[in-house]
């Protein structure tokens, strides 16, 4: 299983990015797939998830109707697309595959290398 992010960069408030994640190793269109973020020294935070058909999307609070997950399953990419960015935002952001636990919990089985998003004047 390899995941490989890739769009990350610098920006100023407001601004937007749309990340990419290249999936390969697995069936990419069998899995849900999460974007996951952490900033250094805190734990992960979960930001997005999607499931295998590219329905059904799921937003953290903190990005709810400035975030766009979606995938494109005839090319195994996972895309994030980023608008009215914030500087709480910047974070290391990290694609993962994902499913649910017997208990209704998402989990996440492999992470890619992640990309790094800073939002800054």
């Known amino acids: 299983v390899q995941l490989v992010e890739s769009g990350g960069g610098m920006v100023q408030p407001g601004g937007s990015l749309r990340l990419s994640c290249a999936a390969s190793?697995?069936?990419?269109?069998?899995?849900?797939m999460s974007w996951v973020r952490q900033v250094p020294g805190k734990g992960p935070e979960w930001v997005s998830v999607?499931?295998?058909?590219?329905?059904?999307?799921y937003y953290a609070d903190s990005v709810k109707g400035r975030f766009t997950i979606s995938r494109d399953n005839a090319k195994n990419t996972l895309y994030l697309q980023m608008n009215s960015l914030k500087p709480e935002d910047t974070a290391l952001y990290y694609c993962a595959r994902s499913g649910v636990d017997l208990r209704g919990s998402y989990y996440f089985d492999y992470w890619g290398q992640g990309t790094q998003v800073t939002v800054s004047s």
């Open positions: 190793g697995f069936t990419f269109s069998s899995y849900s």
């Open positions: 999607i499931n295998s058909g590219g329905g059904r999307p």
